[in-house]
Nanobody
Framework: LQLEESGGGSVQPGGSLTLTCTAS????????MAWFRQVPGKEREGVAG???????KYADSVKGRFTITRENLQNKLTLPMNNLTPDDPAMYYC??????????????????????WGQGTQVTVSS
């Protein structure tokens, strides 16, 4: 699975950005998908995950501000991010985990499970 992220940029505190991940695999629906973020010197952190049917899971730090959406027919995963704060800047990555049974039943935010990664897109929040 090849993944490509886009949509990062620089915003002021309180601003919004929408990240998009485009996947190459025609069996995209067989993957658990998630967004992660990482700052230098820290581990990659799960931000939001989506199962095949779109059930979502969020890190506590982004609940109510970020919304993950997957479009299986278009092989896309989006992450509208609202009310960005100085704690949100990071490189944001899209991750994919192929389910051997062909269906992701539950969203997962543990980065160690994921085997496919994009190159990342940078998010900066500054006044």
């Amino acid at each position: 699975l090849q993944l490509e992220e886009s949509g990062g940029g620089s915003v002021q505190p309180g601003g919004s950005l929408t990240l998009t991940c485009t996947a190459s695999d025609h069996i995209y629906s067989s993957y658990c998908m998630a967004w992660f973020r990482q700052v230098p010197g820290k581990e990659r952190e799960g931000v939001a995950g989506a199962s095949t049917d779109g059930t979502s899971k969020y890190a506590d730090s982004v609940k109510g501000r970020f919304t993950i959406t997957r479009e299986n027919l278009q092989n896309k995963l989006t992450l509208p991010m609202n009310n960005l704060t100085p704690d949100d800047p990071a490189m944001y990555y899209c991750g994919g985990w192929l389910m051997s049974g062909g269906y992701c039943y539950h969203p997962v935010l543990s980065s160690s499970e994921y085997t496919s990664w994009g190159q990342g897109t940078q998010v900066t929040v500054s006044s």
